[in-house]
Every structure is written in structure tokens, then in C-alpha cells.
């Protein structure tokens, strides 16, 4: 029996799973390949589907400024921009906006010396006060400031003055009370995390992290007791911190033969098990938001992490977007998600929120044991209701003709009596009350 105590909530206001989608489709080397707008409209049409509640995204100085500090608004790659976030905008996806430096030879801008260089803020400021407060990009509510700065800057004093001089530019424009700045942002370096909250609590309104877990840490439960330590961290040691986002802004799974373009299950079963068991481990550990890495291929040139190929590949689905499109689908932004009793082989996430006329549960299940398990689940004082039931398994993983999970059944069901599943070995059962 596995039974929800109301009062264990691990995030109140849940923001939601989340991808990075990167402004790539139309750079030179997808138009290479022929991307047509046809094209575009079938990844618009699956992120509605989706529903896909947050997105972060890739920005860049040189994007918009040349190198004598001249800002073009209609340069390509800007006119690119404004096509992701229009859709941003139009489905109410929530933008983490992620600048990813200006130090390194394929970000360098000539005449900005570092991050910690005044006209590094002052570009920031510049463009995100255009996007904002000139084209009424509502959708961008988190800023950071250099992507995995432990690796790109390597330098935590000279990444903090660049932090602080970004935050004079926002209160200037007054950009701080519309945009909330999030970091570190960093990988595989929680000192950089921990300095940050010690350092910087009062510049950050969000804390976030990215984690590539080894196979092993996921498979026995263990990156919810590393979630945990983290965010822990910041709550304790930030007074204000619980009224905070602790966001998870790169999520994946690091395992033999990995680099920053590849990723070696991106076409295995496995990786939609693993996904699934990552995200009922971040969000019971209390993260407010678990954003994958990546939404498509055709993002950056080369790189296999998407949910699906690119124009190459026929845009063609893989496994892992049937566990992590029924996440961001089932688990609506505003959630409660609520704190389990985790076993071995069995992980669970327990999400409810507001449905249009009663509140509503979404039951992620993942059975990492080669056996069935039988699973009652109950919620005391919940009322009756209509329950789709979804099922990825290497036997079954019912999809309609677009390729999109549909329930292998739809019955009444009395939470409040406990309803009871049966998940088979390997796999991932979803049981929600959402309405579509």
C-alpha cells in the first residue's frame, strides 16, 4: 500500500518536467538538411501535446552585438529566437533564460574581456530588456548567468562580479521585478553550489543545479539522497529559501561512452526507465522543477540527447518520450507533489492539483525489479474518479498515430478507498485523474 500523507508535501507550487529547447531549428546546417516549416509545425504540434509547462533556452551575446558593441535586433539567430519564444508565449510555457558566457572560443565576443567585464552586464541587460520590457516576452521569468560556470569560467570570484553586475543592470531597467535570477547552474561541482548560497543568496531568487547520474546512483536510489543534500543546503543556510525555486536545469543520464554531444541510450528502453525513475527521485526530494536534457536533435548540430531525431532521422520519436511527454503532460505547473516511502525496486511520485471542477492525482510508478509488484494507492479523503491508465513496457507502450501515449484503459476509481495496479517488471505505470 503506498498512501499519500497530505502533510508531506515535498514542493507546494511544482513548476513542472520540463526540456531544454534551444533556438537551433533554423541555423544553417538544419536548413542544410531541408527543415520546412512543415517541419516546425510538427515540433510546435508535440510540445502543445505535451503540454510542456517550462523550457530552458539557450542565449548568447553574440547573438544580437557585433564586436564593437552594436546591437542588431534582426540578425538571423535572433529572428530564431523570437520564433521559440513566440510559441512560448502563445502555450504559456514558462522560459528559463540561460546567457552561456562570452569566454570560450565559440561564445567569445571581441571586445568583452570575461564575464566580469561591465560590458558583459550592460549586453545582458541590453537584450533582456528588449525581449521583455520592448517585445513583452511575459514567458521569460528566470535568468542565469553562464552555462555550467564551474567548466566555463573556473573562476567562482570572477563569476560572482559578473552576477552582481548583471543584477544592477535588471534593478536599473527594472528588470528585477519581472525576471527572478537563478544559478549556480553548475555540474558535478556542489562547492560552486554551496558558495553561491553563501555567497550570493541575496542576487539568486531560484537555486539550480544540473546532475548527469551514473546508472548506479539512479538505479538504487541514491540521487534522491544527492537531491536532497543539495537543496537542503540552501535551506538551511538561506533564510528565504523556501520560498525559493531549487530547479534542476539539466537532467540526464550519464553511462558508458557519454560526451556532451552523445548520449549512449538515447534510443534503448532503458533511458525511459531511467528518466522516470530520475524524476520521481528529483521531485520527491523536493526540486520545484526537473528540466531534461534535451526536447529534440535538432537543437545543436551532431548531439543524439533529444526526445526525438532530427530532419536526418525523420523527426523520429525515441523511447524515453513516452515516460517524460506523459511527466510534463500529467504534472501541470502549480502542483503539489507529495513525499513517498521509496523501496529498492519500486520508486513513486505522487503529484495532485486543480482540475476544473475537483482536485485531481497523477500516480508515476516505476518498477525497477524483473518481477510484477502489486500497488495499492491511496489517498485518504479523496473523492472518486476517472482514471486513464498509461503503461511503457518493453511489451506495451500504446500510442496513438502520432506516436503520442494513449491509456491502455480508462475505469472509475476510489482513491479514497485505494486503488490498486499492476505494474510489471522493468517498467513504468502512470495513473492520473488529469483532464486531457
Known amino acids: 500500500m503506498l498512501t499519500v500523507d497530505r502533510s508531506a508535501v515535498a514542493c507546494p507550487s511544482f513548476l513542472g518536467f520540463g526540456a531544454e529547447w534551444d533556438p537551433g531549428f533554423w541555423d544553417q546546417w538544419n536548413l542544410r538538411a531541408g527543415v520546412t516549416e512543415a517541419d516546425w509545425d510538427l515540433v510546435v504540434k508535440r510540445i502543445a501535446w505535451m503540454k510542456l509547462p517550462v523550457v530552458r533556452m539557450m542565449m548568447q551575446v553574440k547573438w544580437c552585438r557585433d564586436g564593437q558593441g552594436h546591437f542588431d535586433w534582426d540578425r538571423p539567430q535572433m529572428r530564431?529566437?523570437?520564433?521559440?519564444?513566440?510559441?512560448?508565449?502563445?502555450?504559456?510555457?514558462?522560459?528559463?533564460l540561460a546567457?552561456?558566457?562570452?569566454?570560450?572560443?565559440w561564445l567569445k565576443v571581441p571586445d568583452i574581456a570575461d564575464v566580469g567585464d561591465p560590458k558583459y552586464a550592460a549586453a545582458i541587460g541590453t537584450y533582456l530588456d528588449h525581449l521583455v520590457n520592448e517585445r513583452n516576452?511575459?514567458?521569460?521569468?528566470y535568468f542565469i548567468m553562464v552555462n555550467e560556470p564551474?567548466?566555463?569560467?573556473?573562476?567562482?570570484g570572477r563569476w560572482k562580479k559578473g552576477v552582481e553586475q548583471v543584477m544592477a543592470e535588471f534593478a536599473k531597467r527594472g528588470l528585477d521585478r519581472k525576471v527572478v535570477f537563478a544559478g549556480a547552474d553548475e555540474s558535478n561541482d556542489e562547492s560552486w553550489h554551496r558558495r553561491a548560497v553563501d555567497q550570493l543568496q541575496n542576487v539568486l531568487g531560484a537555486y539550480d543545479i544540473h546532475r548527469y547520474a551514473p546508472e548506479d546512483q539512479v538505479r538504487s536510489g541514491g540521487l534522491l539522497d544527492f537531491f536532497r543534500a543539495e537543496w537542503d543546503y540552501a535551506l538551511k543556510t538561506d533564510p528565504?529559501?523556501?520560498?525559493?525555486?531549487?530547479?534542476?536545469?539539466?537532467a540526464g543520464i550519464y553511462s558508458?561512452?557519454?560526451?556532451a554531444a552523445n548520449n549512449p541510450l538515447h534510443l534503448e528502453y532503458e533511458y525511459g526507465l531511467y528518466m522516470a525513475d530520475y524524476a520521481a527521485q528529483a521531485a520527491g526530494a523536493g526540486s520545484w522543477c526537473v528540466s531534461a536534457w534535451m526536447l529534440d536533435d535538432s537543437s545543436h548540430q551532431g548531439f543524439t540527447w533529444g526526445m526525438w531525431k532530427n530532419k536526418a532521422g525523420g523527426f523520429a520519436l525515441k523511447p524515453w518520450f513516452y515516460t517524460w511527454s506523459l511527466l510534463c503532460r500529467l504534472v501541470p505547473a502549480g502542483s503539489k507533489t507529495y513525499l513517498l516511502k521509496q523501496g529498492l525496486d519500486l520508486r513513486a511520485l505522487a503529484v495532485s492539483s486543480a482540475g476544473r471542477d475537483a482536485e485531481v492525482w497523477t500516480f508515476c510508478l516505476v518498477n525497477r525489479s524483473d518481477k510484477p509488484k502489486t500497488v495499492r494507492v491511496r489517498v485518504p479523503d479523496a473523492r472518486p474518479g476517472t482514471f486513464k491508465h498509461y503503461l511503457y513496457s518493453r511489451d506495451k507502450a500504446?500510442?496513438?498515430?502520432?506516436?503520442?501515449?494513449?491509456p491502455v484503459e480508462e475505469t472509475p476509481g476510489d482513491l479514497g478507498a485505494g486503488i490498486e495496479v499492476v505494474c510489471p517488471g522493468n517498467a513504468v505505470y502512470f495513473l492520473t485523474s488529469v483532464e486531457p
Open 80 to 96: 530564431s529566437v523570437y520564433r521559440y519564444l513566440d510559441v512560448c508565449q502563445q502555450q504559456g510555457i514558462t522560459v528559463i
Open 256 to 259: 558508458s561512452g557519454f560526451s
Open 398 to 406: 500504446a500510442a496513438d498515430k502520432d506516436g503520442f501515449p494513449a
Open 99 to 105: 546567457d552561456w558566457g562570452c569566454e570560450s572560443g
Open 150 to 156: 564551474n567548466y566555463e569560467v573556473r573562476d567562482f
Open 137 to 141: 516576452y511575459s514567458c521569460i521569468k
Open 240 to 250: 528565504r529559501a523556501k520560498d525559493k525555486p531549487l530547479i534542476v536545469g539539466e
